[in-house]
């Protein structure tokens, strides 16, 4: 299917350049046809570049799935490598979800003792001196 597509586009430049002979060059015509040809040769030169790349990563692909490729060093290395790589992830991970729920578990907590000292109205810390009145009571 990519091949198709490319010789669309080369087909399409060459029409394009064939058009372009009998085009005034002065005209704004000629610098419109000029400019679709430019941005289909960027199109081609983008596809056929994307088309090397998937070619070289499926060779990478082939050649980490054989067997033989495990057995040598650099496929060892890489198999560890694939590992550590997924337990630093998992690691980094944890501290992200900690770093965010370990201070509202503190906060929690604080709050709630706090609430607690504060029912015996004996003494009012200044943190919660005015946070009762804005509870508001609910039916």
């Known amino acids: 299917m990519k091949k198709t597509t490319n010789e669309r586009i080369e087909k399409e430049i060459e029409r394009l350049l064939s058009d372009l002979e009998v085009i005034d060059p002065s005209s704004d015509d000629y610098k419109e046809v000029t400019q679709r040809i430019k941005d289909l ?29 495990h057995k040598t060093e650099e496929g060892r290395f890489k198999l560890k490598e694939l590992k550590s790589s997924k337990v630093l992830n998992g690691i980094k991970m944890g501290v992200e979800v900690l770093g965010v729920t370990a201070p509202l578990v503190f906060y929690g907590i604080w709050m709630n003792r706090g609430l607690e000292f504060e029912k015996e109205g004996s003494f009012t810390a200044q943190t919660f001196k005015g946070l009762i009145g804005k509870f508001k009571p609910t039916k």
């Open 41 to 69: 040769y960027d199109t081609l030169n983008k596809e056929q570049s994307l088309e090397i790349d998937r070619d070289r990563i499926q060779l990478d692909k082939d050649k980490l799935d054989t067997e033989d490729y």
